[in-house]
């Protein structure tokens, strides 16, 4: 009798344990068509990645890649085979977004532009660009006068479909987030004014918005992501998508947004503890749809201790369901960090159905 009690009692101790163990979940590989330069000081100072998209004439969109350096940094123009096309000098950018059809005030009109905007860290502000599409390069438009009340370390770019206003979320160390309205000057020139203030609670870097469902996307590094309004009068209230344990390994770096049609696509992660990033589905409740690692295969290298990622779902030169750009910390290619460049095809095979 007491050792069938025994027996017995090791059995419920093993059964409670074994309910909090995280069930292992599959990591499937993809790998890169093309890669970009590595950072000309061998250090790892890019960060972020955008990819503009050219309707008009698709083999002239182009990357926009972040160099964060304090000396040296700005912006990095790469063509859809990694190649450099252009740089901007204009200080320590760390994250970079855009946004289509801003309604910009001329002599001549209203004049629909494409929007680059990136923090700016070093003045603790940001640097906004229109951009030349057809000389496939970016022009400043930023107005003096304002700046955060925090060095912004992440950023990302809404625009509110039904006011047709833009603005701009930017993310701290200190888990400070503030919003931002991006306002035309009437001189060419685009300046900002807070609209709202909220603390995520610790570190945080990595966000998008989804412009369709009026959301926004929070990456707390060590903790969750999170998911709030991105209606300047939304407050702080926040439902948690997945946090760091079973799918994601700290740091929750980059997030980015791949649409779907009918509101459809997936929400990815940058999970940086283990090099992966983790997929889930864009429309609430936002299950879990995979994981996959970019690895090395023959000459082209994988990625490691990614920050920022960018995706888009338009048919493009070499990548015709859509195109998966990652920063990698360091390439072996000259040491520095760079970008890898995946096709959305790949991805797409191993996601849950």
Known sequence: MGRNFSILLLLAVLTACSSNVQQPHTVYDVHASFSTPPSRDGEDHMDDPAIYVNDKDPLKSFVIGTNKSRVGGGLHLYDLEGNEIDFVADGRMN????????????????????????????????????????????????????????????????????????????????????????????????????????????????????????????????????????????????????????????????????????????????????????????QAPHRYAGTFQISSKGTMEGTEETDGIDVTHHALPNFPKGLFVAHDNRSTKGGGSNFKFVSWEQIARGLKK
């Open 95 to 282: 994250n970079v977004d855009l946004r289509y059809g801003f309604p910009l005030r001329t002599p001549q009109g209203v004049e629909k532009i494409d929007l680059a905007v990136a923090t700016h860290r070093s003045q603790k502000s940001i640097a906004i660009y229109k951009v030349d599409a057809k000389a496939r390069r970016l022009i400043n438009v930023t107005a003096d006068g304002f700046s955060f009340d925090f060095s912004p370390y992440g950023g990302c770019l809404y625009h509110n479909r039904q006011t047709d206003k833009f603005y701009f979320f930017a993310t701290s160390k200190p888990g400070k987030v503030q919003q931002i309205e991006l306002v035309d000057q009437g001189n060419g020139k685009i300046g900002a004014k807070s609209v709202r203030f909220f603390d995520v609670g610790s570190i945080c870097e990595g966000c998008v918005a989804d412009d369709e469902n009026g959301t926004l996307f929070v990456a707390e590094e060590d903790v969750a992501v999170w998911k709030y309004s991105a209606d300047p009068l939304g407050g702080t209230a926040r439902e948690k998508v997945d946090a760091v344990g079973q799918h994601l390994v700290a740091d929750i770096e980059g997030l980015t947004l791949y649409h779907g049609a009918d509101g459809t696509g997936y929400l990815i992660a940058s999970s940086q503890g283990n090099s992966t990033y983790v997929v889930y589905e864009r």
